[in-house]
């Protein structure tokens, strides 16, 4: 029995198929494409993955790890977890460098919403992030970054909201660059709750006036 062709990892396979997604979208996200993006023959793809269907599935399970994975490597190359929070956004955002790679990506998440199987992965994605970022702004909470009273899970949404709207707004205003528009809104929301920004009761702030 042939043995399972080697000299090229799956995980680079992925990478280059993320890489061909963004760039060209569903329609030519193909095995062809991504094995010319990694020096392969289609054939190769066709045994490790089966189908456009299999690397795509593939791809999905790896977005899954990685959402999994990344945010402790983030959380140790920054010393707050606000800072943290910041690199987490911007290393989730930094595939999107043009409107048109966002509008690529964008058309994947369409197929996420329609099929059942990469709607699970999404999801799945999906929640890893949301605790990832809960659990930054707790921690964020509990040293002071952030004021003792601040509701983590009702400011969790909040930020993926507002991170998420201002990527479709950067894509149709295509002011500036995606990573910064996501820090500037993530700056915008946090600002309220931050211990910097401590708000004056009426009496105190009459007492300085």
Known sequence: MAGRPRGVEDVVILRAAAQVMGRLGPSGLTLAAVA??????PGTLVQRFGSKRGLILALA?????????????????HASALEALAGLFAEWMAP???????AHHLAFLCMDLTDPELHERALAVHEAQRRSVGALLAE????GELHAATDVEALTATVQAVTSGTGL?????????????????????????TAATTPLNPQEDLEKR
Do not use: K
């Open 140 to 143: 964020a909470v509990s040293t």
């Open 36 to 41: 010319r993006e990694v020096g392969l023959v």
């Open 96 to 102: 999107m460098v043009s409107p048109e790679t966002f």
């Open 169 to 193: 707004l950067w894509a149709l205003d295509r002011r500036g660059a995606l990573v910064r528009r996501v820090r500037d809104g993530l700056d915008a929301v946090l600002a309220p709750h």
């Open 61 to 77: 399970d790896r977005s899954v790890r990685d959402a999994e994975t990344l945010p402790a490597r983030i959380r140790g190359e």
